[in-house]
Structures are given as structure tokens and as C-alpha cells.
């Protein structure tokens, strides 16, 4: 089962950064953001991201390491995500 | 469930709204510990220099703390200062260079234990500067150990019992020593623990500097920040930690705008 969402924008991650600290987990208003199983090269496990990012920046704003880059599509876009994952 | 591949930018045709990390911070790679709250602070201010097109001008005089080790990585001119001095040394700066944008940053430790005079003073005096409190109420860079602005009950390393008011005295804050100062054009509070207090703080710092530039007297914006290596608690706790120790100690607000004062939840 899927549903249909439309979205502005999507993040990058840059898990070399990320020291796990999962502020971002908390911060991310409709949890599409997950910490990882495996590890970076500190040694910390680092955010994943489900398939439902409207790119509206709330993890950008509260990670201390820089982790995140938005990026606003030019056309939003409509994408496919699993049921009861984006509310 | 499935990931999706966040390590370059999408496929479609997209802008890049916000970059990991403000243009003035050379390297994003800093050696401050997960969960502190001085970088999120830090990018506020450094983004609403950026905007307001003033890094060219803008000199930073930095006292003695974690946040310190972020200076090397600042791209804009900035002045290693002695414990709780910054202000007056910005305070020279800017009566050599009027023309600049001056600021100080500061932890608790620094301004309000080290340097309480050279803020108040250069307050009273009305310099036109911006002074940054990033306050979490430890001295995080010894160690995490009661500072001037530690609240009643909170848990550091030397009140392991918590803050006694009858031993180890009361809290003080800085917003009330300065808000009544004639000099003083602009006090305002914030906290970086939500996206939308990170807002409010990124607009205080607007306000500060415009008042700096509009020459209205010192302008003097705190910060409440995580330190969840100080305060001894796992780094996903520090926001939830510090919104309900400090928050209702330290209010969230505007003390006074343009030279007129405010009580903020009043």
C-alpha cells in the first residue's frame, strides 16, 4: 500500500560529518529521518532518509555538525510513499 | 524499508536552498562534542551577517570557552580575547573602526563569572557593539562545573546534589543586570533547541545587528544551549533537559527594543 504526496524540496546528507548525535531524529516534522545500523568513518551511526522529505529544513536548522544541504525542487513534485509514513 | 540516496543532490531540476553549512565557516568539520548547541548559535549569527551583507566589515571579539575552537574556522577578522574581556576589547575596536560591525561571543563562564564588570560597563558607556551570550550554565570547557548562571537544582559537577540557593547562592541573569542600562538599545533571549526557536533566534540576531548599525547602543542577545556532556546526559536529552530546567528560570523573549523596555509572557 502507497500513497501520494506532493513535495517542495529533498536534503542531502553528509554522513562524514555526523557525529549521532540525533537531534535531527526528534526535529524532522513528519519522521522520515532514521539513525542508520551502520557507521561513519567516526565511528557513529548517521541519519537515513525515508521516501516522503518535503525539504522544509527543520533538521538543517538544528544540527550542530552541518550534516544537511536543502534543496528546493524548480516543479514540485509528486512521489509515491509507503501508507501511514508521511502525514 | 527503502533509503533513498542523500549523497548528491537530487536528479531533478532543483536549486540549492540552504548549503550544509554558512558561507563564513570555512570548514564545517569542528571538534565540538554531538548535541552542543554553540554551532546551531553560531550559524545563526554568521548567516544573518552573511545577509545582511556585512562580513567584510565585521570583526569578532571572542572570549575564552568551547566556542573558541570554532575561531580558526570563522571567515570573518576576529580578536582572541582574555577571559571575560571581549567587550572591552570590541569596545576599542569599534571606537578605531566605527565603520565595522563589531560583536563579542561569549560562554556564561566567560561573561557572567570571568567578565561580569567589562559587560556591564561597556553597557552603561552605550558602546555600539553586539555581544553574544551562549549560555548552558556549566563551564563546559573545564569540565562541566557550576557557572554564575547554573539554576537552582540543576546538576553540575561540583553541586552534584544540585544548586543550593542557601550554599552556593542564586542564579544571575544578564538580560535583567542589562536591560534597565540607559546604554543599552537592544536585549533579547532565545534558545536553539527546536527549528522554530533556531528561527527566533536567527531574527533577534538581525534585530541586534541592525541596532549596532543604526547606532542605538550595545546590543546583547543570549542564547540557551544544549551541553549534554557537561550536564552528564545522553546527547538525544539535552533540548528536553534544557527546556525544563533553564526555560522557566531564563525567559524566552525581548527585553527591550530600540531603547524601550518589555516584559516577555507578560
Given at each position: 500500500m502507497s500513497a501520494t504526496i506532493l513535495t517542495r524540496g529533498t536534503v542531502t546528507i553528509d554522513i562524514a560529518l555526523c557525529k549521532g548525535c540525533e537531534l535531527c531524529i526528534p526535529a524532522c516534522p513528519i519522521d522520515v529521518l532514521t539513525m542508520s545500523e551502520a557507521r561513519n568513518d567516526r565511528g557513529e551511526h548517521y541519519p537515513e532518509l525515508a521516501p516522503g522529505c518535503t525539504g522544509c529544513g527543520a533538521c538543517y536548522f538544528v544540527c550542530p555538525d552541518f550534516v544537511f544541504g536543502i534543496y528546493e525542487y524548480e516543479t514540485p513534485k509528486t512521489i509515491s510513499v509507503p501508507e501511514g509514513a508521511a502525514s | 524499508m527503502s533509503v533513498i540516496d542523500t549523497t548528491r543532490p537530487p536528479s531533478e531540476p532543483a536549486r540549492q536552498k540552504w548549503d550544509t553549512r554558512p558561507k563564513l565557516l570555512i570548514d564545517g568539520d569542528h571538534d565540538l562534542?554531538?548535541?552542543?548547541?554553540?554551532?546551531?548559535?553560531?550559524?545563526?549569527?554568521?548567516?544573518?551577517?552573511?545577509?545582511?551583507?556585512?562580513?567584510?566589515?565585521?570583526?569578532?571579539?571572542?572570549?575564552?570557552?568551547?566556542?573558541?575552537?570554532?575561531?580558526?574556522?570563522?571567515?570573518?577578522?576576529?580578536?582572541?580575547?582574555?577571559?571575560?574581556?571581549?567587550?572591552?576589547?570590541?569596545?576599542?575596536?569599534?571606537?578605531?573602526?566605527?565603520?565595522?560591525?563589531?560583536?563579542?561571543?561569549?560562554?556564561?563562564?566567560?561573561?557572567?563569572?570571568?567578565?561580569?564588570?567589562?559587560?556591564?560597563?561597556?553597557?552603561?558607556?552605550?558602546?555600539?557593539?553586539?555581544?553574544?551570550?551562549?549560555?548552558?550554565?556549566?563551564?563546559?570547557?573545564?569540565?562541566?562545573?557550576?557557572?554564575?548562571?547554573?539554576?537552582?537544582?540543576?546538576?553540575?559537577?561540583?553541586?552534584?546534589?544540585?544548586?543550593?540557593?542557601?550554599?552556593?547562592?542564586?542564579?544571575?541573569?544578564?538580560?535583567?543586570?542589562?536591560?534597565?542600562?540607559?546604554?543599552?538599545?537592544?536585549?533579547?533571549?532565545?534558545?536553539?533547541?527546536?527549528?522554530?526557536?533556531?528561527?527566533?533566534?536567527r531574527r533577534y540576531f538581525r534585530k541586534a545587528f541592525e541596532t549596532q548599525v543604526a547606532g542605538k547602543g550595545l546590543s546583547f542577545v543570549e542564547v540557551l544551549t544544549m551541553c549534554p556532556t557537561g550536564w552528564f546526559l545522553p546527547v538525544q536529552e539535552g533540548p528536553s533537559y534544557l527546556n525544563e530546567t533553564m526555560s522557566p528560570v531564563f525567559r524566552i523573549g525581548e527585553f527591550k527594543v530600540d531603547g524601550q523596555i518589555f516584559t516577555p509572557g507578560a
Open positions: - | 562534542c554531538p548535541g552542543c548547541g554553540e554551532p546551531i548559535a553560531l550559524r545563526c549569527m554568521l548567516e544573518v551577517i552573511d545577509e545582511m551583507g556585512l562580513s567584510q566589515s565585521a570583526i569578532g571579539a571572542v572570549g575564552i570557552g568551547c566556542y573558541t575552537a570554532l575561531t580558526s574556522l570563522l571567515d570573518t577578522d576576529m580578536v582572541q580575547c582574555l577571559h571575560g574581556r571581549a567587550p572591552s576589547v570590541a569596545t576599542g575596536i569599534k571606537r578605531m573602526r566605527p565603520q565595522s560591525l563589531v560583536y563579542t561571543m561569549q560562554g556564561d563562564g566567560d561573561m557572567v563569572n570571568e567578565g561580569l564588570q567589562e559587560i556591564i560597563h561597556s553597557a552603561a558607556r552605550g558602546e555600539s557593539i553586539t555581544c553574544l551570550l551562549l549560555n548552558n550554565g556549566v563551564f563546559g570547557e573545564t569540565g562541566g562545573h557550576m557557572t554564575a548562571t547554573t539554576v537552582i537544582g540543576q546538576r553540575t559537577k561540583n553541586t552534584l546534589e544540585g544548586r543550593d540557593a542557601a550554599y552556593h547562592g542564586h542564579p544571575i541573569s544578564m538580560t535583567d543586570l542589562l536591560t534597565p542600562l540607559g546604554g543599552v538599545g537592544y536585549v533579547a533571549r532565545s534558545t536553539v533547541t527546536t527549528a522554530r526557536d533556531i528561527q527566533r533566534t
